[in-house]
């Protein structure tokens, strides 16, 4: 909600299921399974089959495709993240944007929080769901992107020190975050590309 509204703020684009979308395509694989893929951290059954087909073993799986190797997966996001960051700029919403493009003086890495509860109320009251359905999802997305970024990048996703801004959305308005981060965009960037 506010990642949209923050590029439509600035007159930049989104990218959140447009990213998969295009590994995919470069990648030669289902989109269904570029889905499946995103800012997952693949099973221990999924990393052992791919170290069993790098050996040079006779029983070992041969011809493991990009769905069976998860590091090539991430490594084509990241040439994606680089190329909106290297050209046009951009909104990003999750994907490890924020360890990717750190260090970039054009971006700004956002994070929104706030008490776990509220949000779960407010998504619910929002979307018309029940809470425990949404509190189920909250608690698997939060925890499969938490998985992908200490698999891959050994950090926690709500470690401060990958930010420069966090805000609590359930203190202050979701209307006033949009705001927020747009200014802080322009005032940091210069440019008005930034990665929430």
């Given at each position: 909600?506010?990642?949209?509204?923050?590029?439509?703020?600035?007159?930049?684009?989104?990218?959140?299921?447009?990213?998969?979308?295009?590994?995919?395509?470069?990648?030669?694989?289902?989109?269904?399974?570029?889905?499946?893929?995103?800012?997952?951290?693949?099973?221990?059954?999924?990393?052992?089959?791919?170290?069993?087909?790098?050996?040079?073993?006779?029983?070992?799986?041969?011809?493991?495709?990009?769905?069976?190797?998860?590091?090539?997966?991430?490594?084509?996001?990241?040439?994606?993240?680089?190329?909106?960051?290297?050209?046009?700029?951009?909104?990003?919403?999750?994907?490890?944007?924020?360890?990717?493009?750190?260090?970039?003086?054009?971006?700004?890495?956002?994070?929104?929080?706030?008490?776990?509860?509220?949000?779960?109320?407010?998504?619910?009251?929002?979307?018309?769901?029940?809470?425990?359905?949404?509190?189920?999802m909250q608690?698997?997305?939060?925890?499969?992107?938490?998985?992908?970024?200490?698999?891959?990048?050994?950090?926690?996703?709500?470690?401060?020190?990958?930010?420069?801004?966090?805000?609590?959305?359930?203190?202050?308005?979701?209307?006033?975050?949009t705001e927020?981060?747009?200014?802080?965009?322009?005032?940091?960037?210069?440019?008005?590309?930034?990665?929430?």
């Amino acid at each position: 909600m506010v990642g949209p509204a923050v590029a439509e703020r600035l007159g930049l684009a989104f990218f959140d299921r447009a990213i998969p979308a295009t590994v995919a395509r470069r990648l030669a694989m289902p989109l269904e399974e570029a889905a499946a893929q995103d800012e997952k951290a693949p099973s221990t059954w999924a990393r052992l089959a791919r170290a069993f087909a790098n050996m040079a073993v006779p029983m070992a799986p041969q011809d493991l495709g990009a769905a069976d190797d998860p590091d090539k997966f991430r490594a084509e996001t990241e040439r994606i993240l680089h190329q909106i960051a290297d050209t046009t700029g951009g909104v990003v919403l999750g994907r490890g944007a924020m360890l990717v493009l750190a260090g970039r003086p054009d971006v700004l890495r956002v994070r929104l929080d706030g008490d776990v509860e509220s949000r779960v109320a407010r998504v619910a009251e929002r979307e018309g769901l029940p809470e425990d359905e949404v509190r189920a999802m909250q608690r698997e997305t939060d925890g499969a992107r938490d998985h992908f970024l200490r698999l891959f990048y050994r950090v926690r996703q709500d470690d401060p020190a990958l930010y420069d801004l966090v805000i609590d959305s359930i203190v202050i308005p979701l209307e006033t975050c949009t705001e927020l981060i747009a200014t802080a965009a322009d005032a940091a960037t210069g440019t008005g590309r930034l990665s929430p």
